[in-house]
Every structure is written in C-alpha cells, then in structure tokens.
C-alpha cells in the first residue's frame, strides 16, 4: 500500500509540475504596428515561427503605432523586439528628433524596404507633392517612421505641414477609412506592398487610387539625413487601378531588440528566421527580401553579438 501511495504521488508530481525547460521557457513581445499595415501581420509570423521552433522562446506580435514607440518600447525594455524603419531606429540610437535619450538598440536583421505611399484619389486634384498645399491630409500616426518620412519629404519639397496643409495624423487604416469617407484629400503610409488598407481602398467600387510620385525629394533627404533613403518603385498593378509604375523613396526596415538581449537569444532568433524565411513569405511577400545580400549595408546601427556570430559563420563580414 505504502509503495501505491509513493508511486501515485510521483505520477501526480510528473502530471503537476512543469519541466524544466518549460519553466526556462521565455516569453517575449514583439512590437509591431497597426492592423492595416505590414509590421503586424509579418511580426505575427516572426512570433510564430519563433514559438514554433525555438524551445526557449514564446513569442507573442503586439498591435502599436510603430516605429518611433516601438524604439521607445525596446528602451523602457516592455518589448524585446521590435520592427522598425531605419530612420527612427537611427534617431533613437542617437537620442535625437522624438527620442530625448539615446536607446542602445542593436540591429538582428534588415527585413524588407518600406515603400513611402502618398496616397489620393481620383477627382481629388493631386498629381504631385505640391498639389498637397491647402489640402487635408495625413502624415501617419504619430511614433510612427511614416509621420517621420513624411515630413522629410515635404520639407524636401518646402511645404510646411502645420501651415500649408490641413494635418491630419491617422494610422493607415484609419487614413483609408478617411479617405473613402471624403474626410481627407490623401494620406501618407510607410511600409510594405501591398498594404492590406491600401488594397481595400483601391478595390472599393467608385474610387480609384492614385499613388503620387515623390522621388525628386531622394536627394535632399540624403543630403540632410544620411544614405537611409533610397529610390524604390512601386510596381504597376500592385494595386488596382495604379497603371504604371511609381517611383517612392525607400527605408528599410529592422528587427531591432536592446543592446543587453543574451547572445544565445540573439543567435537563436536570426538563425531561426533565416532557416524558416519560406514560411515567412508564406504570410507576406516582403519577406521575400530577408536576404544576407542586405546585412552588411541597410542598417546604420550596429549589431547584436548574436547576429554577428550568425553571420560570420555564414561568411558575411559586418564591421
């Protein structure tokens, strides 16, 4: 009887009390961005594919007005990874612009190009960037990189967004939803293509879009702001009812996390991101552009030991 007993406390000890590695088991936020957007829907599939696939880590994607508060996230360590574009993570990492300190944010991989989206549609009178004067539109939610970029440009072009236009600053759902209620003449949106909003505008019986041009603003952005814009295109047809191509300025996006990130955490994520890139893409298509052709070059920031060590052992030399 006495050796039942024992027998049914260990089985019941066995069946109650987690293992070890489950108890080690770590859990960790991604930041993302909004629900109309890329970050959201490519961190969900970042956090599964980690979860899925790395014993240590649970990771859960968070809903957040992007780049700008996801670096603040990281900062005030209430996330430990986070999307981002490079302007915001440069701003960051060197306490300038919105950020009142500097955030010692390190760099695990450059994603994909987020593609400046200046959108309108047809009736709205807006064929270029200085259509824009005396018209209602927004520059993107604030904290987010799409509120950053959009000013640049327009100072780039010398339009005074607090005088010259109407401001607005909605997310890109929200901006869409405007739009389509004729409460906006064009908005702005920083990500990837297609943007799930975008799309919807476009494909809403009675409206067609208009993406406008804006690649003369590339030079001076760069003059001013360093090599982290770039000339991008936005394919023709990417949308319904865009024609032809629209040449945009390009700044890629990050997967950042905190300088203090242990380095098997590191190695652990990219290595897993790399190996599992096909059900990246699988989610969305910008993921496509995970490459290690676009390590070394597309982020200003340095990065993590975890990174470097994953790269090296893949021959990729990151000063």
């Not at 996801?70 to 993570?89: P, R």
């Not at 009736?123 to 939610?141: C, M, Q, W, Y």
């Not at 394919?235 to 990130?261: F, N």
Request: hydrophobic share 40%; with cysteine; aromatic share 8%.
């Amino acid at each position: 009887m006495r050796r039942m007993m024992i027998f049914g406390i260990l089985i019941l000890f066995m069946v109650f009390v987690p293992s070890a590695e489950a108890q080690q088991k770590a859990r960790i936020s991604i930041a993302t961005g909004g629900t109309g957007g890329v970050y959201y829907p490519l961190g969900g599939a970042i956090a599964s594919v980690l979860s899925k696939y790395v014993p240590t880590l649970e990771a859960t994607a968070e809903v957040t007005s992007a780049s700008v508060d996801n670096c603040k996230l990281i900062g005030a360590k209430k996330a430990e990874l986070a999307l981002t574009m490079t302007d915001a993570a440069l701003d960051a990492f060197q306490g300038v612009g919105m950020f009142k300190e500097k955030i010692p944010l390190r760099t695990i991989c450059a994603i994909f190009p987020n593609s400046m989206h200046i959108v309108t549609v047809e009736g709205k009178g807006i064929s270029k960037v200085l259509d824009l004067k005396g018209k209602r539109v927004s520059t993107g939610a604030p904290g987010s990189a799409t509120e950053v970029q959009a000013l640049r440009i327009l100072e780039a072009y010398g339009i005074d967004p607090n005088k010259d236009l109407k401001r607005e600053k909605l997310s890109a759902s929200e901006s869409a939803g405007a739009l389509k209620d004729r409460k906006i003449d064009a908005y702005f949106w920083s990500g990837g293509y297609p943007t799930s909003s975008v799309t919807d505008l476009a494909s809403t019986p009675g409206y067609k879009i208009k993406l406008i041009p804006h690649e003369e603003a590339i030079p001076k952005m760069r003059v001013k702001y360093g090599k982290i814009y770039s000339k991008g295109i936005i394919p023709a047809r990417t949308y319904a009812g865009q024609d032809s191509d629209i040449p945009v300025t390009w700044g890629w996006a990050l997967l950042v996390c905190h300088e203090k990130m242990e380095e098997k955490m590191g190695y652990d994520i990219v290595k897993t991101l790399f190996d599992r890139k096909p059900e990246l893409v699988i989610i969305h298509r910008e993921a496509a552009h995970l490459s290690l052709d676009h390590q070394a070059d597309e982020s200003p920031l340095p990065f993590h030991p975890g990174a470097l060590r994953y790269y090296a052992e893949k021959g990729l030399k990151i000063k």
